[in-house]
T-cell receptor, first 114, second 114 residues
Framework: DQQVKQNSPSLSVQEGRISILNCDYT??????FLWYKKYPAEGPTFLIS?????DKNEDGRFTVFLNKSAKHLSLHIVPSQPGDSAVYFC?????????????FGTGTRLKVLA | EPEVTQTPSHQVTQMGQEVILRCVPI?????FYWYRQILGQKVEFLVS????????KSEIFDDQFSVERPDGSNFTLKIRSTKLEDSAMYFC????????????FGDGTRLSIL
């Protein structure tokens, strides 16, 4: 099941710079996309989401961009902080309501260097 | 902020034994989920539960698995006869079920089958 892919297993960024994490999906029926952050020994923590009717959603330092034609979404973190160092998962769903399960990517480990 | 809580944090069980993983979802949430993450792999959906019924289950969720909401607060995952390949992190999640409300995850139970 490769419906959601994160092709970069790791990323290192200097503190204060932009972090860009990428995610590709194959199922054109996906309607709702999310990014989660995960620290070791903790569960995934919700960061930001976007509906397929939008191409951008912003929340503080975090912005998610959706390109439906390319089946691609990205998470921008500006400015990056050392506390952002974690594993980031993108997830996709057929809809935003509770009826739908999430399909996760394999994750990208972000390291923000002080 | 309300949290999803899971117990125990680590469970070690002999192969063939039954195990019950426990979760207390966020109190006003209506949809409940179990996911698992085998070491080094992606987070995978197991089952969703709403209105005291299974809404959807994955191929992984075979007859050895069952879920129950025995009272108004707990949500449990039972594995009847554990196998070595059941070793994984098991995450419980819940959400309100209304549009654009993300699933909130617990910190997981690490299940080790010997």
């Amino acid at each position: 099941d490769q419906q959601v892919k994160q092709n970069s297993p790791s990323l290192s960024v200097q503190e204060g710079r932009i972090s860009i994490l990428n995610c590709d999906y194959t199922n054109s029926m996906f309607d709702y996309f999310l990014w989660y952050k995960k620290y070791p020994a903790e569960g995934p923590t919700f960061l930001i989401s976007i509906s397929s009717i939008k191409d951008k959603n912003e929340d503080g330092r975090f912005t998610v961009f959706l390109n439906k034609s390319a089946k691609h979404l990205s998470l921008h973190i500006v400015p990056s902080q050392p506390g952002d160092s974690a594993v980031y998962f993108c997830a996709a769903s057929l809809g935003p309501s509770g009826t739908y399960k999430y399909i996760f990517g394999t994750g990208t480990r972000l390291k923000v260097l002080a | 902020e309300p949290e999803v809580t899971q117990t125990p944090s680590h469970q070690v069980t002999q192969m063939g034994q039954e195990v019950i993983l426990r979760c207390v979802p966020i109190s006003n949430h209506l949809y409940f989920y179990w996911y698992r993450q085998i070491l080094g792999q992606k987070v995978e959906f197991l089952v969703s539960f709403y209105n005291n019924e299974i809404s959807e289950k994955s191929e992984i969720f075979d007859d050895q698995f069952s879920v129950e909401r025995p009272d108004g607060s707990n949500f449990t995952l039972k594995i009847r006869s554990t196998k070595l390949e059941d070793s994984a992190m098991y995450f419980c999640a819940s959400n309100l079920g209304l549009g654009n409300q993300p699933q909130h995850f617990g910190d997981g139970t690490r299940l080790s089958i010997l």
